[in-house]
């Protein structure tokens, strides 16, 4: 059983930076490949970014390429999200998720745990 928490959400500026955490608990933390999506009101989620369980592999969407970055920290058990250059398009509730995958860890149904989510709001 793996249990996540997203932080690190907040109001910024388009243009701006945000730093999103997933703490997770459990000591089997570095066996999962970890991803994070996104809710914009009146959207599917969609999938945003992956990382591999060793974090030597890393898959990120066209959308936030370039701008966005994953990495994970195994020792302190956590997840990150980089995001800088915010449009008001990146707007969304972002989640983590943990899970064994395969190929790139696009698909939701890859992953068997979900954070709560949290709010980020990228204003014009």
């Known amino acids: 059983q793996v249990q996540l928490v997203e932080s690190g959400g907040g109001l910024v500026q388009a243009g701006g930076s945000l730093r999103l955490s997933c703490a997770a608990s459990?000591?089997?933390?570095?066996?999962?490949?970890m991803g994070w999506f996104r809710q914009a009101p009146g959207k599917e989620r969609e999938f945003v970014t992956a990382?591999?369980?060793?974090?030597?592999?890393?898959y990120v969407a066209d959308s936030v390429k370039g701008r966005f970055t994953i990495s994970r920290d195994n020792a302190k058990n956590t997840v990150y999200l980089q995001m800088n250059s915010l449009k008001p398009e990146d707007t969304a509730v972002y989640y983590c998720?943990?899970?064994?995958?395969?190929?790139?860890?696009?698909?939701?149904?890859?992953?068997?745990?979900w954070g709560q989510g949290t709010q980020v709001t990228v204003s014009s």
């Open positions: 998720a943990a899970g064994r995958t395969y190929g790139r860890g696009s698909s939701q149904t890859e992953y068997d745990y």
């Open positions: 459990g000591r089997t933390f570095s066996t999962y490949d």
């Open positions: 990382i591999s369980w060793s974090g030597g592999r890393t």
